[in-house]
């Protein structure tokens, strides 16, 4: 299985961006796919993810704000950020979490720039 992460780039305060990731190779149902995001010297922390007919689940900081899509048939996933804010500057990873064992895959990671 292989994740393949784009999107990312350097935009102004209130900008937006779009990330996608498209997983490719032996994907199991039921899956989950979501992202990640990682500052410099913090850990890896849950932005927003979900399985098929499921509720999206996303962390607080990025309520209202971000809007997580997948699109099934394709194995992909998008993260829609709206209203970016300097704090959310990082690298953002796609995450794939595969069959009822949930063996978790990781992208490349993409990076945000966000400058006020």
């Known amino acids: 299985v292989q994740l393949q992460a784009s999107g990312g780039g350097v935009v102004q305060a209130g900008g937006s961006l779009r990330l996608s990731c498209a997983a490719s190779?032996?994907?199991?149902?039921?899956?989950?796919m979501g992202w990640y995001r990682q500052a410099p010297g913090k850990q890896r922390d849950l932005v927003a993810t979900?399985?098929?007919?499921?509720?999206?689940r996303y962390d607080d900081s990025v309520k209202g704000r971000f809007t997580i899509s997948r699109d099934n048939a394709q194995n992909k996933v998008y993260l829609q950020m709206d209203s970016l804010k300097p704090e959310d500057t990082a690298v953002y990873f796609c995450?794939?979490?595969?069959?009822?064992?949930?063996?978790?895959?990781w992208g490349q990671g993409t990076q945000v720039t966000v400058s006020s």
């Open positions: 979900f399985w098929p007919g499921g509720n999206p």
């Open positions: 190779g032996i994907i199991f149902d039921p899956n989950i």
């Open positions: 995450k794939l979490e595969n069959g009822r064992g949930r063996r978790p895959y």
